[in-house]
């Protein structure tokens, strides 16, 4: 028996070294890091794939059954107790949110990312919460006080993202920065870099417009999903429905706008990978990782990494696609992150005056339940 204590307390103490080499903070910036570079790589990974032809119609399809057959078995298991009944009335709530959330925010998504850059689709993504925001106090979902400095952030906040966009849709501008010689070299060395190369043709504008679509349909989603999910809380479940009637909308679209039996054909395997990168770690991986930072860190920690993500798109897009940064690109970022730590600078002191209305000194409160704070938690899982 003593050797069995020994032993149990040789383990904990190596537990307890673990820990203490990598506490719980230091593993929830590990794990944002990593989650940052996941969809990094899938900006740069998605653009690598349409540039090697891919159809902007086959590839969310394949995308999306594979984060459904991932997400399906931990639906199934983990949310036995706490799933409602399926009814026809959620059914349609499914599909219709599937429309905006998948459908519209997946296809706006490949278009603008076709016509622009990975870097300029990461910087606009930033200014989702800030749209959210704008959607929710049109819809009266969302309460502003304009006589608090919280409410006073999030409406700048608010407007600097608007600005920023507006700015990266409408002014290119000059060239600011080219890959370097050196770079050029690695990927003069590298037949697969050469034929991820940037693609000429573009339209700058309308794929800026497309983008904006994009993150309209994505904050849009945030918005309608929040009454869904108070009577249906099971989240896994919740997104395997979307997904389901997601991929079979881009079916639908497919037997109209994808007639070549050819382009389902997974050609090469960088097209493979390129798609099995898409399901499985920008939707099912990096969906499991920031439930955990959600969990253990909260929604605005997760946030605050976002623009982390434009950074490292910038990196690999340059090594990768030899893509240059432009005057107008760099400055609507600018103001877009800038946009984005206001919106969530208020939200965050508008929780702490509601934290403080509710003690037995204060005033209960009387604002409503904020729709941007709890659904930043989901925000990325369906880019």
């Keep these: 028996m003593a050797d069995v204590g020994g032993s149990s307390g040789g383990a904990t ?13 230091v593993q929830l910036h590990i794990a944002m890091l990593a989650l940052q570079f996941g969809y990094a790589g899938f900006h740069v990974v998605s653009r690598a794939a349409l540039n090697m032809g891919i159809s902007k119609i086959v590839f969310p399809v394949y995308r999306n059954i594979l984060a459904f057959v991932l997400l399906l078995p931990f639906a199934y298991f983990l949310e036995k107790k706490e799933r409602p009944p399926i009814n026809l009335n959620f059914l349609t709530q499914f599909f219709l949110l599937a429309i905006v959330g998948i459908t519209a925010n997946q296809g706006f998504y ?22 959210t925001f704008l959607m929710a106090a049109v819809l009266r979902i969302e309460k502003v006080r304009l006589d608090r ?3 006073i952030s999030k409406v700048v906040g608010t407007l600097f993202c608007i600005a920023g966009a507006s700015v990266i849709t409408l002014y290119k501008g000059p060239t600011i920065y080219s890959p370097s010689p050196s770079l050029n070299k690695v990927r003069e060395m590298s037949p697969v870099l050469q034929s991820l190369g940037d693609a000429n043709g573009k339209s700058w504008t309308l794929g800026c417009l497309f983008l904006i679509g994009h993150c309209l349909s994505w904050s849009g989603w945030l ?15 919740f997104t395997s429905y979307q997904c389901f009637f997601g991929i079979l909308q881009f079916l639908v679209l497919a037997a109209f706008m994808e007639r070549d039996l050819n382009a389902w054909a997974i050609h090469t395997g960088s097209e493979l990978f390129s798609v099995f990168y898409a399901g499985v770690v920008a939707s099912g991986i990096a969906f499991a990782i920031q439930i955990w930072c ?8 997760v946030a605050l990494y976002q623009p982390v993500q434009t950074l490292v798109v910038a990196l690999m897009a340059s090594v990768a696609l030899g893509e240059e940064f432009y005057l107008g690109g760099i400055i609507g970022a600018v103001l877009i992150i800038t946009g984005l730590y206001l919106v969530l600078w208020g ?6 005056f509601m934290l403080y209305e509710k003690q037995p000194h204060g005033i209960t409160s009387q604002t409503k339940s904020s729709i941007v704070q709890p659904l930043l938690s989901q925000s990325n899982q369906n880019v």
């Design 13 to 25: 103490t190596t537990t307890q070294r673990i820990k203490g080499w990598f506490p719980e903070r």
């Design 110 to 131: 490949l278009l603008g990312l076709d016509n622009t850059s990975p870097t300029f689709a990461s910087a606009i993504q930033n200014s989702v919460p800030a749209i």
């Design 149 to 151: 400095k919280d409410g």
């Design 223 to 237: 918005v309608l999903q929040a009454p869904v999910l108070k009577n249906y809380p099971a989240r896994l479940s």
């Design 294 to 301: 959600i969990d253990k860190g909260g929604p605005v920690f």
């Design 347 to 352: 939200k965050n002191e508008e929780r702490k």
